[in-house]
Each structure stands twice: as structure tokens, then as C-alpha cells.
């Protein structure tokens, strides 16, 4: 586990000063990092939509609570004038976080949102003064072969050609992304893997983990600058260790059900041949190869002379661990961690 940095109480002075403004405060790890902010004394702003969370489920008065402590301020991030009005209101920030995503990966609003709306917020962010930007990316951008990680990368590069500080953070997977098997397997279902379960690895990382080292990012000087993979705690896992982990804890003798990833190249060749009669299903052609991509491509460091993916070099930071994980919400329930369009079992 990587250490902190320790803060002395005249940089904890110096940091309750500072201002910072929150994008995507409403999403997953948006919601941890201005939690984070607020109680490590930092003066927060988060800029939210008026209906928020997956599915627009989240009122504004839910969005106050949530992300109570940060003083909250609605209106549309995609918008310039908006985000100026609304957001920034021609005040002072030091700071600009950014846990934005397109919720749903298609290829327009990926293009909208993880590249437009993201570089509005760098920008109005300038434009009131910050000199430091962090930026929450994905580690599966160091192999792009998907429009949502072309647009992360667009956006990268112009945040590092800027002239502010940066830190990009691109983790690993969350616990969300695998937990969707959870209820149906306590339900008694079997756990269905690609191949023999072991194509792909991860380290996830808890909410609360990455929102420290989000955090950290803004007073360690060994983060500025700095593009950052990041994993949880322990080694890798595969879905094959996944499912053990599941069946171990429920006390259950392993049921599993292997699909050929061989499916997806049916698939897709057939909803790209569809999209140029259809543009509707333009999105649902890239959601299969966002399927695939994440069935056969590990969410580890890539080692581009080896060719090849290395656990040991992904770093790893934090206290929770999967099992923790999946033991709490085998007895609580899958509360916070919905995937909404992003999922796919
Ligand atoms: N899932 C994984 O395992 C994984 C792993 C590594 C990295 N990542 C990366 O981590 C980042 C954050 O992921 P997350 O799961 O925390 O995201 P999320 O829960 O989907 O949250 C997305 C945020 O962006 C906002 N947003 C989306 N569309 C918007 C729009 N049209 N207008 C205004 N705001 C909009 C959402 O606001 P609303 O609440 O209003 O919708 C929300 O605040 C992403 O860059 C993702 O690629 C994910």
C-alpha cells in the first residue's frame, strides 16, 4: 500500500483556503471525492444537473443531501454560459476536479461529455483561476480501440498542453463494475464467465479509496503532472477468482456457466452491417465492442515491450478489498453500486 504524504498544520491551513470546483460530483466516485474534499476542509463547489444519477433518478433536494457540506450549484456542464453563470459566478477557484463520464458510453456523448464538457470545465476553470486540475480517466485508455477512450484521451492530452498543474488518475475497475452478478447468484443462478473465466484481471478499487487518492493528488507535488494507473488493494483477480470468491462466501458449491467470447464477433459485425441501414443502432454496435473489450482486455498496466499486461506493476492503494466488498453487500444489498446502462449481465 503506497503512503501518504504527511500534512503539516500550516499546508492544512493553506488548504482550507483553497477553493474547489467539482464536476460529476453526482456519479459514483464524484459523490466520494466531494465528500472527501469537504471533510478534509477544502472550501467545495459541485456543479450538478437538476435531475441526476442513473436514470435521472436523483432530486435536487437527494443531490443536496448527498453531497451535503459542498456548496451545490445546478445547471448544465455541456454549456458554456451555464457553467459560467451558474457555476463559476465569476468567482475565484483554485482547484477543478472532474469525475465526469458519459453515462451510458455511446459515441456522442462520450464525444459531449468526456471530451466537450470536461474541457468547458478546464476552461471556465482557467478563465476564474485555477492552476491545478484533476482529472478522473480510466486505465483501459492506454490500449484505446473505443470512441469513449478516444475522447478521454483528446481531453488528456489538451489538459496537459494547458499550462495548469495536473494529475490524470486513471484506475482500475470499481466494485460496481463487478458486482452484477452478486444478486443472481445468491438467488442461486449460476455465474456466467467468458472462456474459462481467467482472460481478463483487475484490481479493483472501492469509492472510498479512490476518492483519498483523488484528494491526495491536490497537495502530494509527486502527483502533479503525473498520469497515475491505480488499483485496490491485493492481487489481481480474474472472474474466475471473482465467482470463487462469491460461492466461498455464500457457502455454496461453485455453479458456473462458460459463453464462448467467440459471441461477440457475431455480434458485432452484425450491428455495424445493421447501423449503416439503422443509425439507431450506431451506439448499440460500440456497447458490443465495450463488451468485448472489457471480456478480453485486462484492467492492468499494459507493458508495451513485453506486450502484455503486468499486475505487478499496476500500483496498488487503499484498505478495502473485494472480499470485504462482497461479503457486505451479500448480507446489505447492491445499494449505490447500479450500473444503469453500463451493464451488461
Ligand atoms: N466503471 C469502472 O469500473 C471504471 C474503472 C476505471 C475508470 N472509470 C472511469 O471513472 C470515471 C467516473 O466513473 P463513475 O462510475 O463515477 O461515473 P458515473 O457514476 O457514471 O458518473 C458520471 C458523472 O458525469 C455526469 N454526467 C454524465 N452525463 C452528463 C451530462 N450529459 N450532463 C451533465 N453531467 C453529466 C453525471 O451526472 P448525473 O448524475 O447528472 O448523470 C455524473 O455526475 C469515468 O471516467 C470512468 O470511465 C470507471
Redesign the pocket.
Known amino acids: 500500500m503506497m503512503a501518504l504524504s504527511p500534512v503539516s498544520s500550516d499546508s492544512q491551513a493553506e488548504q482550507r483556503q483553497k477553493r474547489v470546483l467539482v464536476a460529476?460530483?453526482?456519479?459514483?466516485?464524484?459523490k466520494f471525492v466531494t465528500r472527501e474534499l469537504v471533510a478534509r476542509g477544502y472550501d467545495v463547489v459541485s456543479f450538478?444537473?437538476r435531475r441526476?444519477?442513473v436514470n435521472?433518478s436523483t432530486t435536487e433536494d437527494e443531490t443536496l443531501r448527498a453531497l451535503h457540506g459542498s456548496e451545490v450549484r445546478f445547471g448544465?456542464?455541456?454549456d458554456m454560459a451555464s457553467l459560467l453563470r451558474d457555476g463559476i459566478r465569476g468567482e475565484r477557484f483554485d482547484v477543478g476536479v472532474s469525475?465526469?463520464?458519459?453515462?451510458n458510453g455511446g459515441i456522442r456523448d462520450s464525444w459531449?461529455?468526456?471530451y466537450q464538457?470536461t474541457r468547458n470545465v478546464l476552461d471556465a476553470g482557467i478563465a476564474a483561476g485555477i492552476t491545478q486540475f484533476v482529472l478522473?480517466?480510466?486505465?483501459c485508455v492506454q490500449k484505446p480501440m473505443l470512441e469513449f477512450q478516444r475522447a478521454?484521451l483528446r481531453f488528456e492530452k489538451e489538459l496537459m498542453e494547458s499550462g495548469v498543474s495536473w494529475s490524470i488518475v486513471r484506475?482500475?475497475?470499481?466494485f460496481?463494475?463487478i458486482s452484477g452478478q452478486v444478486e443472481s447468484v445468491k438467488k442461486g443462478k449460476p455465474y456466467l464467465m467468458f472462456g474459462d473465466g481467467r482472460l481478463t484481471a483487475c484490481k479493483p478499487i472501492s469509492e472510498a479509496d479512490l476518492a483519498r487518492f483523488i484528494a491526495d493528488c491536490i497537495e502530494d507535488p509527486s502527483r502533479k503532472n503525473r498520469i497515475l494507473p491505480i488499483g485496490g488493494p491485493g492481487k489481481a483477480v480474474t472472474n474466475f477468482d471473482q465467482a470463487m470468491m462469491l460461492f466461498e462466501l455464500l457457502g455454496r458449491k461453485p455453479k458456473l456457466k462458460k459463453v464462448p467470447i467467440q459471441i461477440f464477433d457475431v455480434i458485432i459485425p452484425v450491428l455495424t452491417l445493421l447501423s449503416g441501414l439503422f443509425p439507431k443502432l450506431i451506439d448499440k454496435a460500440e456497447f458490443a465492442r465495450i463488451g468485448k473489450y472489457y471480456c478480453s482486455e485486462s484492467m492492468l498496466v499494459w507493458d508495451p515491450v513485453k506486450g502484455c499486461y503486468d499486475a505487478d506493476a499496476t500500483p496498488s492503494y487503499g484498505t478495502e478489498t473485494l472480499r470485504d466488498f462482497y461479503s457486505r453487500v451479500l448480507d446489505e444489498g447492491l445499494a449505490g453500486q447500479e450500473l444503469g446502462a453500463q451493464s451488461m449481465f
Open positions: 460529476g460530483a453526482t456519479g459514483y466516485i464524484g450538478a444537473r441526476s444519477g435521472a448544465d456542464v455541456s469525475c465526469l463520464t458519459s453515462r459531449n461529455i468526456d464538457a478522473l480517466s480510466a486505465i478521454k484506475p482500475t475497475a470499481f460496481k463494475s
